[in-house]
């Protein structure tokens, strides 16, 4: 996945980097960096934006999910 992956599922999703944030349990200025292409996006940053496009998971669990 690339930062230009991330930045059109979350564009395709309308979601904000604050939601990304939420839903991977990082800061909005570390979904920023993978944006960039500063930092890698994580493994499981990638099963999860996979999970949720093939709807294997929800967005609405996931939420759940976060503390």
Known sequence: MTPDNL???INDNH???A???LITG???RMVQLWLSGDYP???LVKIL???LTE???TFEWVV???P
Do not use: E, H, N, Y
């Open 26 to 28: 990082k800061s909005d």
């Open 7 to 9: 930045r059109s599922f």
């Open 41 to 43: 996006i994580p493994l």
């Open 15 to 17: 979601l904000t980097i």
């Open 49 to 51: 934006v996979k999970a």
């Open 19 to 21: 939601d990304m944030g």
């Open 55 to 57: 709807k294997k998971l």
């Open 64 to 66: 759940a999910q976060t």
